[in-house]
């Protein structure tokens, strides 16, 4: 389900009642690949719940720069919320999703890739509450900016 911040708050309050643990994670999100999907999946399994942080087409030009996103944030929106492991997706135009995390505030905090854990954006806020931040390897030759590059050599 596709929900605004102000929804997340009240999410919050229903699934602790019923003793359920939220796993998030964020990103762009731009052109899903296996990679993805992957790293979703196992996000999932860390928890009850999955709340999927998107970067706004906003957010993601001045992440990534004037050529992207390549599709819109709704169409993400959209394809993420359609994915079995993804219970919630999220839409924010921050550069970061610190006040997504301070909504929603997650027992899990999930990044993929090489992050360092102590440097993942809401860390503190997931520690405070006694939760967990973890970091997912990324599966090897999946990337969107790959992606890009190899369709723009046909």
Same mark, same amino acid.
């Given at each position: 389900?596709?929900?605004?911040?102000? %929804? *997340?708050?009240?999410?919050?309050?229903? /699934?602790?009642? =019923? %003793? &359920?643990?939220?796993?998030?994670? $964020?990103?762009?999100?731009?052109?899903?690949?296996?990679?993805?999907?992957?790293?979703?999946?196992?996000? @999932?399994? *860390?928890?009850? /719940? *999955?709340?999927?942080? #998107? $970067? !706004?087409?906003?957010?993601?030009?001045? #992440?990534?720069?004037?050529?992207?996103?390549?599709?819109? &944030?709704?169409? +993400?929106?959209?394809?993420?919320?359609? #994915? +079995?492991?993804?219970?919630?997706?999220?839409?924010?135009? =921050?550069?970061?999703?610190? $006040?997504?995390? @301070?909504?929603? %505030?997650?027992?899990?905090?999930? @990044?993929?890739?090489?992050?360092?854990?102590?440097?993942?954006?809401?860390?503190? /806020?997931? +520690? =405070? +509450?006694?939760?967990?931040?973890?970091?997912?390897?990324?599966?090897?030759?999946? !990337?969107?900016?790959?992606? /890009? =590059?190899?369709?723009?050599? &046909?």
């Amino acid at each position: 389900m596709i929900v605004t911040q102000e %929804q *997340l708050s009240q999410l919050r309050e229903t /699934i602790s009642s =019923e %003793q &359920q643990s939220i796993v998030f994670t $964020n990103g762009c999100f731009d052109i899903l690949h296996v990679g993805h999907v992957t790293y979703l999946q196992q996000a @999932k399994t *860390l928890g009850d /719940i *999955l709340v999927v942080g #998107l $970067n !706004s087409d906003d957010s993601v030009r001045r #992440l990534k720069g004037q050529a992207r996103p390549i599709n819109n &944030q709704d169409d +993400r929106a959209c394809v993420l919320d359609a #994915l +079995r492991s993804v219970d919630y997706v999220v839409v924010f135009d =921050e550069d970061t999703p610190y $006040n997504v995390i @301070k909504s929603v %505030q997650p027992d899990v905090l999930v @990044k993929g890739g090489d992050y360092a854990i102590a440097d993942i954006v809401g860390g503190d /806020i997931v +520690r =405070e +509450r006694g939760g967990n931040v973890c970091v997912l390897p990324f599966v090897q030759g999946k !990337s969107t900016t790959a992606i /890009i =590059e190899r369709a723009a050599k &046909q």
